[in-house]
């Protein structure tokens, strides 16, 4: 485990020292009052002044510490961000910031950067050059992810999407989730944590292990292949999963986000496997509680089922009816 830190480096607050000799710093117009965000104000970095004194900050925090990893977070929203000639500062702020971390990047080569599109929204190619990932919200509740993740799928690769397993309740909805259904949302990007493992259970513990395993096992998969998002019938139902390149192994998310639109599941039908290769089919987890369901488990639910590739991109494989916010992950191999 690496030291990280988190900051708001473009920030300045009324009541410091900086502020006090270097009121002028700040990205304003003149003639205009400009109004706190989150008890800040925000400092122009085009200002050589301002860009020289936030980069000597941060080269001392980075060489005199052990610190592996920034999360450059930036909340403040910009108001009348103007020079002291009056002029638009908002394009000139955003190259700084490149020029900055570009700087940081060469003189501290195996720092890992992660940008916020929470904060900032800079969630774009630009700033990919400069960030090794992206935080994609501050809302870590699994229900609200599953959409903002699948939003941000279609722009970017899953291995640079900031996602992190939280607590059973959501600090920013009070929504409870069950630590299987959390931690497998999070499991198809780059997983981190926002939960206090100390308040964790011993069975909680082993049972997040469990799958932490999983995703070590099966995280070059993941990050080293193409998302694939595949469509479904049940408007609650998010399916989405990788297979690699020669076609030989894939791991698929069935995510049951809402309530079951119907009474029997669909079939799984997947047409991005090779069509004459025999494939192995296995649930990697398993759904418990499912007995007031009142229906016979699938074969899948039971065991490993084999298919050839045309037959489930044609036929599919059958699933089970799921409970609401749950996910099962699905396994497929290559029979050799």
Known sequence: MQFGLWFEPEMVNPDSDLF???????????????????YQYVLNLALPEAYAYIHQCIYALL?????????????????????????????????????????????FPKLEIESCASGGARADLGILRYANRV?????????????IQRGFSYFFPPEIMGSHFGPEQA???NRLATLEYRILTNFFGHLGFEQNLLELTDAECQQLSFYLDLYKRYRQLIHTNQLIRLDCNDAGQNVYGVINATQTQGLFAIAQNGFPMQMLA????????????????????????????????PSICT??????????????????????????LLLIEHIK
Not at 69 to 74: L, R
Not at 78 to 100: E, I, K, M
Not at 135 to 147: F, P, V, Y
């Open 266 to 297: 669909g079939k799984l039908r997947i047409p991005n496997l090779n069509p004459e290769f025999n494939y192995r089919l296995k649930l990697l987890n398993i759904q418990e509680n499912t007995g007031y369901l009142m229906k016979e488990k």
């Open 303 to 328: 065991g490993e089922v084999i298919m050839s590739g045309r037959l489930l991109a044609q036929i599919g494989v059958q699933l089970p009816i799921m409970h609401p916010q749950s996910i099962l």
């Open 63 to 107: 060489s005199t510490h052990e610190i592996g990893y920034i999360k450059w977070d930036m909340n403040r929203d910009l108001v009348q961000a103007g020079n002291c000639t009056n002029q638009p500062s908002v394009h000139q702020q955003v190259l700084a910031v490149y020029r900055l971390l570009a700087q940081l990047r060469q003189e």
């Open 171 to 173: 600090h920013t909805t």
């Open 135 to 147: 935080w994609t919200s501050d809302c870590n509740d699994a229900l609200e992810r599953q959409n």
């Open 20 to 38: 006090r000799a270097h009121p002028e710093w700040m990205l304003q117009i003149q003639g205009y009052t400009q109004p706190l965000g989150r």
